[in-house]
């Protein structure tokens, strides 16, 4: 793959680009880097599709500003409209899983010139999300750790990072935990919450998104600990041109990396489909 620098004023993002063909913009959350989608990626280049995945800000080799302002939506979404221009794409593809899934549907919202089809793994439309009840939030429970400077930090290193053994079961899990502590990306990954997820949005109404037009393909897992199905089934409200559900049996929450294949199939039908 070619490694291309794009910039959004001060904010340098790596961006992955390889392949030719109908562009799709690969967005990965937290705690990942663009390694999340390396095997998705490796299916997606050979069902014939450019695969373009960026280290979104705060992670990986892209910048990471340390100030919570920095992660407000908007500029997130600025983010990825600064790599769909960069890689000379009119329309794209955009897969996210866990916070690029977030960021994936409030590009599709603010963005429909943009996005031509929509790939969401995980997590539901935002106001879904935040209208699916108290088993949902009691599920989000961790995000008011995150919420607070320091706490969500000393929570996920406390007695050797037991939390993200157990309680995280990423199957990289030591990958992972040295490259969170790598150029502060354990505070700069939880950013993202601080901005976005602040503890009174437990009690606020949901937001409100303009329409997404983009076709839309939603995968949720039952074996998924943080993210319930009612999150994502209530996504097909929010979804004016038609909203594709998979669900995946006996699986977990990081599904672009215990089933790559499968992950990347679901995607190639679902393109192919509409």
């Given at each position: 793959m070619e490694r291309v620098l794009v910039h959004n004023g001060d904010v340098t993002l790596s961006v992955l680009v390889a392949g030719e063909g109908p562009t799709v913009v690969l967005l990965h959350g937290w705690p990942d880097t663009s390694a999340l989608w390396d095997?998705?990626?490796?299916?997606?280049?050979?069902?014939?599709?450019?695969?373009?995945?960026?280290?979104?800000?705060?992670?990986?080799?892209?910048?990471?500003?340390?100030?919570?302002?920095?992660?407000?939506?908007?500029?997130?979404v600025h983010d990825v409209l600064c790599v769909i221009d960069a890689v000379g794409?009119?329309?794209?593809?955009?897969?996210?899983?866990?916070?690029?899934?977030?960021?994936?549907?409030?590009?599709?919202?603010?963005?429909?010139?943009?996005?031509?089809?929509?790939v969401v793994l995980s997590v539901g439309h935002p106001t879904s999300f935040r209208s699916a009840g108290l088993e949902q939030q009691l599920k989000s429970w961790y995000?008011?750790?995150?919420?607070?400077?320091?706490?969500?930090?000393?929570?996920?290193?406390?007695?050797?990072?037991?939390?993200?053994?157990?309680?995280?079961r990423?199957?990289?899990?030591?990958?992972?935990?040295?490259?969170?502590?790598?150029?502060?990306?354990?505070?700069?990954?939880?950013?993202w919450y601080r901005r976005n997820i602040p503890p009174e949005s437990f009690v606020k109404d949901p937001p409100?998104?303009?329409p997404i037009l983009a076709?839309?393909?939603?995968?949720w897992s039952s074996g998924d600990l943080a993210?319930?199905?009612?999150?994502?089934?209530?996504?097909?409200?929010?979804?004016?041109?038609?909203?594709?559900?998979?669900?995946l049996e006996d699986l977990g929450h990081w599904l672009p990396i215990d089933a790559p294949r499968e992950v990347a199939q679901e995607i190639v039908r679902f393109l192919q489909r509409s």
């Open positions: 095997d998705v990626g490796v299916e997606l280049l050979a069902a014939g599709y450019r695969v373009v995945v960026p280290d979104l800000r705060g992670c990986g080799q892209s910048s990471k500003p340390t100030e919570a302002s920095q992660y407000a939506m908007r500029l997130l794409a009119d329309r794209v593809t955009l897969v996210g899983h866990d916070w690029g899934a977030n960021l994936a549907w409030v590009c599709a919202a603010y963005l429909p010139q943009r996005i031509e089809r929509l995000t008011l750790l995150f919420a607070h400077e320091g706490l969500g930090e000393a929570f996920l290193r406390k007695n050797n990072y037991e939390a993200m053994h157990v309680w995280m990423h199957p990289r899990v030591n990958e992972i935990i040295e490259e969170l502590e790598r150029d502060g990306q354990m505070t700069t990954h939880l950013l409100g998104l303009p076709p839309t393909l939603g995968i993210l319930g199905e009612r999150q994502m089934t209530g996504s097909r409200d929010y979804c004016v041109n038609g909203f594709d559900f998979v669900r």
